[in-house]
């Protein structure tokens, strides 16, 4: 977790590695749209089982692994749990009985506390959702150059304080995750143990201790890069080399990766305009029954 | 040979601050000439740098008065990216710097700025490679290479820009000794074979004042000192009142009354030995200081740890006993597990195979007894003020016994006087090491562990800190301070501990470790200056300046008592 190398891109020879760095932001703009978009359960699975798949394909270190793991766990969990909880739609079916009505006090106040099945199948169809953007996030991190993902943002004529601004945190997050530890180890050898007080105050305190180090440490580091960066010719007023033309085979890749964006973005408003009432189509019959069951 | 950088009455003084930060800079650099710029801390050094190549003022701050033409051009009236092709910037530390995480990603950085096809690109990134010595190395991983080599990346990545002067900011501070000579080298062969102008701002000018051309002085801003290097050789009281380290040969021959013409052994051994033809004495220098037993306050037996099960062994049957109140320097090169030793000494990494003894007892956990000051001070220091940093141990339990008050002596003599209300993580690199020091022995624990705490220190702040220690040490504590410095290893450790792959290859006195050339090399050490001059001169093993002064002159005056 604090290993900074377990962040930090990696240059290594597969086909996730080698791919241009536009048809990856591509990629992981498609899958965000289906995430959002899609709203079964079975379909969401397919897209997060895909999205891991790629980190097979990257050949993703065991630590990586484990990191992703913890991630999603949490994730999965933590959503699951608070919209089975708090899920307020209807129909709810009850399926567990935490805190009954009746308990004094918090049974009164809250009305008792029980566990929906709709609500798991929500909250487990909301952290699929997100465990796949951060599935696919991580991959782009973990694979891409930062400076290859600069080139493309300046590519793309995003402003180029946005982009450094967005790749030095990129850049810079690995660091700070391992400088974390080093700061917990020093506060340890000089008599602090945050960890053995369960006051709030302390842990407060400790989140300032904490931080003060590292936001110092990121500053002088960002300062630093700043100056290096526009020292190398970075910045306004200067001719970058453009990104070359994709190749063919990637072009295609690109070409095919838009049209199912298109494809699954006029499958969804015709859905949608049936769904609604809008506009009903009887020759579409088999795509709203496709839709309903798949998508 | 033309002027390359014209500064005519330069001054600068930052935004928010008051006192400018240079002041009537007058300086021509020849086309061709190699610099080293150097004085104390927050002399104005690295803020005349930033001048050259346009940073200041386009990029920062403040307010700027005279001119500078870097290359006939007004820098005023172009952009940093402009200038930058004519003076390329390099910072301290590589990891602050590098960008990208392959290697050649990191030196095309720059050509693509410059809008080069990839064409070109590649091949100049193959050329500038070969330069700095990583040639072939170009789908390397940045994370893969040492830390001399990534600062020789750091380097390549503005040197693809192929800069007519190349500036330099403190770059060798960080780095062992082996990593600071392949990277001087490299620096040299710039200059000499391609014609490059540098400029190197550095304090460990021992190391780069032998193969500079000029040397500069700066001290409060103002240009003091202007000269070649052989003026700075023959004249080195110029540095020495400003508290900076000189090379030792040269040292030697200015306390001898002599000019020294080069840094070279052989050349200050030729001139003391015409001035003092009686000066090859042979002597007989005492070894090893005898100390009387005493309990053992670190005690280490087969010590082994590897961080992989698969991967090497990090410490390979570490055996060291060390009495209390006893100094030690621990050298060797990057990676030969000195650190991870320390972190097994104070309880930070638990202890798989062999032994740790703390005053008899063995390490279970994070012991209290010891005080740890790590290589990154900015890491240690959490607290608002410098004064609440440096009791923050006494209460919290630390340093029993202590009066709340004995602090502020220990903040007078480390040099922090005045600066008890001021915030920790803003004062200088120097000044920051220095309060992670005092916190710790405020609290005076039973050992002191301090990893690298020499760098970034002028002289007089060593001394501060190694007499503070020493202080230490004859009150029963116990010190184990991890350098590169062979020097100051030399001038104020008892004993010296050398590891190489994890293992013990040395463990003796200064004079016995510094005598046998085969361990320094296989440490990538340097054998001091000043051990050399003696053992040329006299056959002896001086452990400092002084000693091998003190020699010549008694040898001269025909009263040598050994």
Redesign the interface.
């Known amino acids: 977790m604090y290993n900074r190398?377990v962040w930090?891109?990696?240059?290594a020879d597969t086909p996730i590695h080698k791919m241009d760095v536009r048809i990856k932001l591509a990629l992981l703009a498609a899958v965000m749209l289906f995430a959002v978009g899609l709203e079964g359960a079975r379909p969401l699975f397919f897209l997060f089982v895909c999205s891991l798949g790629m980190h097979f394909v990257a050949r993703s270190s065991v630590q990586r692994w484990q990191v992703l793991a913890v991630f999603l766990l949490v994730g999965l969990w933590g959503t699951m749990v608070s919209q089975a909880l708090f899920y307020n739609q209807e129909p709810r079916t009850m399926i567990a009985c935490l805190v009954s009505p009746t308990t004094p006090w918090i049974g009164e106040w809250t009305g008792g506390i029980f566990i929906y099945r709709e609500g798991l199948e929500h909250g487990a169809v909301q952290a699929l959702r997100s465990g796949t953007m951060l599935t696919c996030g991580l991959l782009i991190c973990w694979t891409t150059?930062?400076?290859?993902l600069l080139?493309c943002f300046l590519h793309w004529r995003m402003p180029f304080e946005v982009a450094f601004m967005v790749i030095t945190s990129l850049?810079f997050l690995p660091?700070i995750f391992e400088?974390t530890a080093?700061?917990f180890?020093?506060?340890?050898?000089?008599?602090?143990e945050p960890a053995r007080s369960l006051s709030p105050v302390r842990w407060i305190r400790t989140a300032?201790?904490?931080l003060?180090?590292?936001l110092?440490?990121s500053l002088?580091?960002a300062a630093?890069?700043a100056?290096?960066?526009?020292?190398?010719?970075?910045?306004?007023?200067?001719?970058?080399?453009n990104l070359?033309m994709l190749p063919l085979p990637q072009q295609f890749a690109c070409v095919g990766i838009f049209a199912v964006i298109l494809v699954g973005a006029t499958l969804k408003v015709i859905y949608s305009l049936q769904h609604n009432g809008v506009a009903y189509f009887p020759q579409l019959r088999g795509v709203y029954d496709f839709m309903a069951v798949w998508l | 040979m033309g002027v390359i950088v014209d500064c005519r009455e330069l001054s600068f003084t930052y935004q928010n601050s008051e006192a400018p930060s240079l002041q009537e800079i007058n300086w021509q650099i020849e086309s061709g000439d190699f610099i080293l710029c150097t004085g104390p801390t927050g002399c104005g050094k690295s803020t005349l740098l930033?001048a050259f190549?346009g940073?200041i003022p386009h990029?920062i701050s403040g307010t700027l008065q005279g001119s500078i033409q870097i290359n006939g051009k007004d820098s005023l009236q172009c952009?940093?990216?402009n200038l930058?092709?004519t003076v390329?910037?390099m910072?301290q530390?590589p990891?602050?710097?590098i960008?990208?995480?392959?290697i050649a990603?990191?030196v095309g950085?720059?050509?693509?700025?410059?809008?080069?096809?990839?064409v070109e690109?590649q091949r100049r990134v193959a050329e500038t490679l070969a330069w700095v010595g990583l040639a072939g190395r170009e789908?390397g991983?940045v994370?893969a290479l040492s830390g001399g080599e990534r600062q020789r990346l750091a380097l390549a990545?503005?040197l693809a820009?192929r800069p007519q002067v190349l500036a330099l900011d403190e770059p060798i501070s960080q780095m062992d000794p082996r990593g600071a000579m392949e990277l001087l080298q490299v620096l040299r062969k710039l200059n000499e074979e391609h014609g490059i102008t540098i400029i190197v701002v550095e304090h460990r000018l021992h190391e780069v004042m032998p193969i500079c051309k000029s040397v500069v002085v700066m001290e409060q801003g103002r240009l003091v000192w202007q000269g070649s290097q052989r003026d700075a050789f023959c004249q080195p009281e110029a540095f020495l009142r400003l508290g900076l380290r000189i090379p030792q040969t040269v040292h030697i021959c200015h306390r001898l009354g002599l000019a020294a013409e080069s840094a070279a052994v052989d050349d200050a051994a030729a001139t003391i030995r015409a001035a003092y033809p009686a000066c090859s004495t042979v002597v007989q220098e005492p070894l090893l200081l005898q100390r009387e037993e005493t309990e053992l306050a670190i005690e280490v037996k087969a010590l082994e740890f590897q961080y992989d099960p698969a991967g090497r062994k990090v410490l390979n049957g570490i055996d060291l006993a060390i009495p209390r109140g006893q100094f030690v320097a621990l050298m060797g090169n990057n990676g030969a597990g000195k650190s991870t030793l320390l972190h097994h000494i104070?309880g930070?990494q638990r202890v798989r195979q062999g032994q740790v003894k703390l005053l008899g007892q063995a390490v279970k956990g994070?012991d209290?007894r010891?005080?740890?000051v790590?290589q990154?001070p900015?890491?240690?220091?959490?607290?608002s003020t410098v004064e609440q940093e440096i009791t923050?141990?006494l209460a919290?339990?630390?340093g029993q016994g202590k009066q709340s008050g004995d602090w502020r002596e220990l903040v007078d003599r480390i040099g922090l006087g005045g600066m008890e209300d001021r915030f920790p993580?803003?004062l200088s690199q120097g000044q920051r090491v220095r309060v992670a020091i005092a916190?710790?022995l405020s609290?005076q624990p039973a050992i002191m562990l301090l990893d690298e705490p020499t760098t970034g220190q002028d002289l007089g702040h060593i001394d501060d800190i190694i007499g503070l220690l020493q202080e230490y040490t004859q009150k029963g504590g116990t010190v184990i301070l991890c350098t590169h410095d062979t020097e100051v290893a030399a001038r104020y450790a008892e004993r010296v501990v050398v590891m190489t792959e994890g293992k013990v290859v040395a463990d003796a006195s200064p004079r016995q470790v510094f005598s046998c050339d085969e361990v320094l090399r296989s440490a990538s050490l340097r054998t001091p200056a000043a051990l050399q001059l003696s053992r040329r001169l006299y056959g002896g093993c001086a452990l400092g300046v002084e000693e091998v002064v003190r020699h010549v002159q008694q040898a001269s005056m025909g009263s040598y008592a050994g």
């Open positions: 190398q930090e891109a990696t240059p150059d930062p400076r290859q080139q850049r660091v400088e080093v700061v180890t020093a506060q340890r050898l000089r008599g602090f300032f201790y904490v003060f180090p590292i110092a440490r002088r580091r630093t890069l100056l290096s960066v526009e020292s190398r010719g970075f910045g306004r007023g200067n001719s970058r080399a070359p | 930033k190549n940073l990029e952009s940093v990216a930058s092709r390329s910037l910072f530390n990891d602050d710097q960008f990208s995480t392959s990603d990191e950085f720059a050509l693509e700025n410059m809008g080069m096809t990839p690109i789908q991983s994370h990545a503005v820009i104070c930070l994070l209290r010891v005080g740890m790590m990154n900015d890491l240690m220091l959490f607290k923050f141990g919290h339990g630390l993580l803003a916190s710790l609290c």
